[in-house]
T-cell receptor
Framework: AQSVAQPEDQVNVAEGNPLTVKCTYSVSGNPYLFWYVQYPNRGLQFLLKYITGDNLVKGSYGFEAEFNKSQTSFHLKKPSALVSDSALYFCAVRGPTSGTYKYIFGTGTRLKVLA | EAEVAQSPRYKITEKSQAVAFWCDPISGHATLYWYRQILGQGPELLVQFQDESVVDDSQLPKDRFSAERLKGVDSTLKIQPAELGDSAMYLC?????????????FGPGTRLTVT
């Protein structure tokens, strides 16, 4: 069965410091992995994805994520956090097989960047 | 930039009443999703369409919820009768689901309050 875990409910980081939001997954075969961000009272916005290729993927707003197959992880990172990055972040996993996959979202991690 | 449209943005209804939500996906996106999101939690898939066909409705409470996408474009989600526990954000998303484009694009959501 597919699953995705975000072990931290909240991450606090000082502005200007690097940030990491953790995600681990379980899926049969090669996964498709995604990060989404949700600002207050808004829908989710797509940040970045890993489908195939280079394990380090870059996305919107300076975010990047590294796919690690051996550790089944896809952690979200940013070299220098901004106060405006404060939001709810969701990791999602999708199995690769069309017609038999499920798109599963994690429980979310609230990122708080302190000025 | 193309967006997923949803209406209404907010809905207050009394329990036992009927309520309906509408979604218009990004043009050309064959896959459409309806999610329910409790505040601070991850989205829960209710139903997934591929064109006009239901791909997955395993989490849809079929005794009171129904969804349709008659012409494979816009979609309606209905609840009848509404219960207090249905109060949540209802999100619609669409995706291309081809090539490397598997990310979902979300609408602003409909916040439902059942009194």
């Amino acid at each position: 069965a597919q699953s995705v875990a975000q072990p931290e409910d909240q991450v606090n980081v000082a502005e200007g410091n690097p940030l990491t939001v953790k995600c681990t997954y379980s899926v049969s075969g090669n996964p498709y992995l995604f990060w989404y961000v949700q600002y207050p009272n808004r829908g989710l916005q797509f940040l970045l994805k890993y489908i195939t290729g280079d394990n380090l993927v870059k996305g919107s707003y300076g975010f990047e994520a590294e796919f690690n197959k051996s550790q089944t992880s896809f952690h979200l990172k940013k070299p220098s956090a901004l106060v405006s990055d404060s939001a709810l972040y969701f990791c999602a996993v999708r199995g690769p097989t069309s017609g038999t996959y499920k798109y599963i979202f994690g429980t979310g991690t609230r990122l708080k960047v302190l000025a | 930039e193309a967006e997923v449209a949803q209406s209404p943005r907010y809905k207050i209804t009394e329990k036992s009443q009927a309520v309906a939500f509408w979604c218009d996906p990004i043009s050309g996106h064959a896959t459409l999703y309806w999610y329910r999101q409790i505040l601070g939690q991850g989205p829960e898939l209710l139903v997934q369409f591929q064109d006009e066909s239901v791909v997955d409705d395993s989490q849809l409470p079929k005794d009171r919820f129904s969804a349709e996408r008659l012409k494979g474009v816009d979609s309606t989600l209905k609840i009848q009768p509404a219960e207090l526990g249905d109060s949540a954000m209802y999100l619609c998303a669409s995706s291309l689901e081809s090539g490397i484009s598997y990310e979902q694009y979300f609408g602003p959501g409909t916040r439902l309050t059942v009194t």
